[in-house]
Every structure is written in C-alpha cells, then in structure tokens.
C-alpha cells in the first residue's frame, strides 16, 4: 500500500505540473488562442487525470485481491513466485553421459591427480638421493684411485 501512495503522490505530481506546464504555455501564448482552445485542453488534462486515477484504482483493487489471494495460498506457491522475479528460465541442454562429469567424478580425479603429484615427488626426491650418492661414490672412488697413485709414486721413488 505504501508503494501505491506514493505512486499516486507522483502521477498527482505529474498531472499537477502538466497543468502548470500548461498554464505557463497557455498564458504566453494566450494572445494568439482562443478561449474555447484553452478550455478544451483544460477539459482533456482533466480526462487524462481522471483516467489516471481510474488506472490507479483499479491496480488498487486487483493488488488487494492478489493480497487476498496470496493469503490463501501455500508457501510452495509463494516460493515459486520468488523464484520467477530473479530471473528467465534457462531451457535445459542435453549432454552426452560420456561428456557428463559429476561431482563424484570430478572428486574422484582430483584425488588421482594429487596422489599422482605425491608419486612424483617421491620418485624426484629418490632420484636426487640416488644421484647425490653416486657423485659421492665417484668422488670417493677418485680419491682412492689419487692416494694409490701417490703412493706408488712414493714407494717407487723410495
């Protein structure tokens, strides 16, 4: 009720200054018309005013028996009001079960993909274990290989 008042507050608004507009327009202008134009556009402001109240009065009348209506009804029917205000109904679009996912699916895939990465990890981390102890191994072995070579070195040159 309160958004009708002020809806006919506003229309009231508008009529009103349409006849200012009007006079304003009439009085510059009145030298040129005459009397009888004045007068009928005076009388088709009044009409339009009247047919706007009318308008008003009858959309009073329908939203009253809507809200007598809707009192009535059942929560299921005003949920499924709401649910038409906040948009357009999309069609539904069929897809092929081979291109369908669901959120099992997709859960599913994701938890492959993780303990994939995991797997991965660990076979990086073992090969960089791996390859640190064979460069050990290897430096180990030239040391070796070194001190034997200045030993026989020494021994000979003994």
């Known amino acids: ?36 134009e004045v ?10 005013a009247k047919e706007r109240q009318q308008e008003e009065k009858d959309l009073l009348d329908v939203e009253d028996e809507e809200a007598g209506s809707e ?10 009001d ?16 081979a291109d369908r996912i669901t959120l099992q699916e997709r859960d599913a895939r994701q938890m492959m993909e993780d303990q994939k ?17 064979l460069v050990e191994q290897i430096i180990k072995e030239e040391i070796t290989a070194e001190h034997l070579q200045n030993q026989a070195a020494d021994s000979d040159d003994d």
Do not use: C
Not at 14 to 32: F, G, M, T
Not at 39 to 48: A, N, P, T, V
């Open 1 to 36: 009720k309160q958004w009708y008042q002020r809806r006919v507050a506003i229309t009231a608004g508008e009529s009103e200054s349409e006849q200012s507009d009007e006079a304003k327009h009439s009085s510059d202008s009145e030298e040129e018309l005459d009397q009888d």
């Open 82 to 97: 709401s649910e038409d205000d906040i948009g357009p109904r999309l069609k539904p679009v069929f897809v092929r079960k």
């Open 71 to 80: 009192e009535d009804s059942s929560e299921y029917e005003e949920y499924s």
């Open 117 to 133: 990465h995991e797997v991965d990890k660990v076979r990086k981390e073992n090969r960089k274990k791996e390859s640190h102890l």
């Open 39 to 48: 007068d009928r556009r005076r009388r088709m402001l009044l009409e339009r």
